[in-house]
C-alpha cells in the first residue's frame, strides 16, 4: 500500500496499491446507477426455504447479510404463495441495495451488493433502493464497498431528512459523488475488502463455536439439585457430588456505602457482568444517596431478579472489572466461603441453567411484577444446589476457563479485522 499525502488536493484516496497512479474520476452516483421499483411485502408475506422468487428485506441488510451477497451460502426469504408482485425487476449480478431508512444517520443507505446470485431469482422489497450500473463502468464487488465507505456515508448523513427515522430517496443521489478508478483497480480494491469479509466471517465462526462448546460442556459437567452427578465427569474424579443450601456456601454483603465512600454504580450487563453505569451507559440511574446502597468489594456475586426472555430467571453475575462499587439494594448480594466452593467454579455455574428450577420453585408466577421475580432473600439462601468437592471442582472451572480465554483471544483477533476493515474503508476511496 502507498500513501498519498502529498496529494490532498487532487482525486486520489489516502491509501492506494503502489502500481496505480493518476487520478480516479469523480462521478454522481445519480449518473452511475440506473433506480427499478421495489415491493412493499412485509416480513408477515415471506418465509424461508421455498423455491419461490426470493425477496430482499430492509432488515437484513441492517443485520443479517454481507456487504457481498452470496447466495451460494446467504440466504433470503421467500415470497409467500399468493403474494407474488405483479410488477418486478429480477436482480442482476452486480446490482447494488440501500436501505432507505434508519434511526442512526451511520446505518441510512447502507448497502449490500449481490455478488453472486447462485441462479436464483431475486426482487427488492420494502424500504430498498434498488440500483444498477447499465453502462458498466464498475466492475461485480466494487459498488458494495464504495457506497460502504467513509466519505460516501458522510454525503447521507449530511443529506438525510427526518427527525427519529432518518430516510433517502433516488432523488438525493444526484447530491452524492463516488471517486471511480480503472476496472484493474476496482478489481483489487474489492477483492482485499472481499477476503477480510471473509475472513470476519470466518473468525465469528470460531466464536460461535466455542461458544457453543462452552454451554455444551457447562450443561454436561453441572447438575442439577435433583441430579445425583452430572452427565460428563472429568478423569480421576469419583466422590459423590453434595447437596448444599446456597447459605451453606455463601455469606450475604450486607455492608453499606457508610459516608458515601465509593460512587461507582453498578449494573448488570448481560455480556459484561457487573459493570458500571457511567462506564457503560454513560449516565446514572441511582439515586443521588448513595448511602443506601450495598458497597461490593472484587470478588463478590450479586443476583439480579429482573428476568428476561435470555435471564428467564434473573442474572447472577461476580464483580471482576473493579476492585469495588456500589448497588442497589433491590440486588441480593453474597461471597463464596473459599473453604467451601471455589469462586470461578461458580461464577460459571450461574452461568448455565442447573439452578433454574430452584428459583422456578419459589417464583410464583402470579407474583412477577414488572419484570421482577418475587423472592424473598430468606427464600433465595435456602436455594439446593449439588456441588462436587472444591478439588473437582477447580478443575471444572480450569476446562471451562481455558475455553472462555481461547474465546478472548479470537475475539481480539475479530476486533482487529473489524478495525482494519474500517480503515480501509476510510482511506481507500474518495
Known sequence: MTKNNEHKNLNVPALRFPEFSGEWKKCKVSDLLDFYSTNSLSWEQLEYDTNA???LHYGLIHVGLPTMVDLA???LPNIKEDNMP??????????????????DTNEVAKTIEFYNLAEKNVVCGLHTIHGRDNKHKTVVGFKGYTFSSTVFHNQIRRIAQG??????????FSECYIGLPSKPEQTKIATLLRLIDERVATQNKIIEDLKLLRDAISDAMFCSPKQSAPRKRIKGFYT??????????????????TNGRCYSVLTIAAQYGLVSQLEFFNKS??????????LLQKGDFAYNKSYSSEYTCGAVKRLDRYEEGVLSPL????????????????????????????????SVEGARNHGLLNISVIDYFNTIHRIPNIEEQRAIAKVIKTIIHKMSSEQTILDCYVKQRTFLLQQMFI
Not at 459423590?240 to 456505602?257: A, F, G, M, P, Y
Request: proline share 2%; with cysteine; hydrophobic share 30%.
Open 53 to 55: 422468487m426470493m425477496n
Open 73 to 75: 451460502k446467504d440466504k
Open 86 to 103: 405483479t410488477n418486478f425487476e429480477l436482480c442482476k449480478e452486480g446490482d447494488v441495495a440501500f436501505a432507505d431508512a434508519s434511526e
Open 163 to 172: 427527525t427519529k427515522i432518518y430516510s433517502i430517496s433516488t432523488k438525493n
Open 240 to 257: 459423590d457430588w453434595q447437596k448444599v443450601h446456597l447459605n451453606d456456601i455463601c455469606s450475604r454483603v450486607t455492608r453499606k456505602n
Open 285 to 294: 440511574v441511582a439515586s443521588e444517596n448513595l448511602e443506601g446502597y450495598y
Open 331 to 362: 440486588y441480593i448480594c453474597f461471597r463464596p466461603d473459599p473453604s467451601k466452593v471455589d469462586s470461578d467454579y461458580l461464577a460459571y455455574y450461574f452461568e448455565s441453567k442447573k439452578w433454574h428450577r430452584e428459583i422456578m420453585d419459589i
